[in-house]
């Protein structure tokens, strides 16, 4: 049973921008801080974001100021605006709760190429 979905990614040259999203079941959404996640090649996993059910936002050093997480609680879709990429932000991008984590998605591949 797939509970997250994530879409979104894709390429784009350095300094542009794209927008994710992620469908997760009603389960895992309802009430939970959601985040992004990410991973690059060869190294862990790594948050990227979170935002509580209330709207309460946390970003990573590395992409404060340039990412915003928000989410639609009549959707259970969260979502992460991702602008003035990097290359260094070339990863697979993973939505998943903050705490209390579930099965992972497929994720979807951001590559920033310069």
């Known amino acids: 049973q797939v509970q997250l979905v994530e879409s979104g990614g894709g390429l784009v040259q350095s300094g542009g921008s794209l927008r994710l999203s992620c469908v997760a079941s009603g389960s895992i959404f309802s009430g939970y801080a959601m985040a992004w996640y990410r991973q690059a090649p060869g190294k862990q996993r790594e948050l990227v974001a979170h935002?509580?059910?209330?709207?309460?936002?946390y970003y990573a050093d590395s992409v404060k100021g340039r990412f915003t997480i928000a989410r639609d609680n009549a959707k259970n879709t969260v979502y992460l605006q991702m602008n003035s990429l990097k290359r260094e932000d070339t990863a697979v991008y993973y939505c998943?709760?903050?705490?209390?984590?579930?099965?992972w998605g497929q994720g979807t591949q951001v590559t920033v190429s310069s």
């Open positions: 935002i509580t059910s209330g709207g309460s936002t």
């Open positions: 998943n709760r903050l705490k209390f984590v579930r099965s």
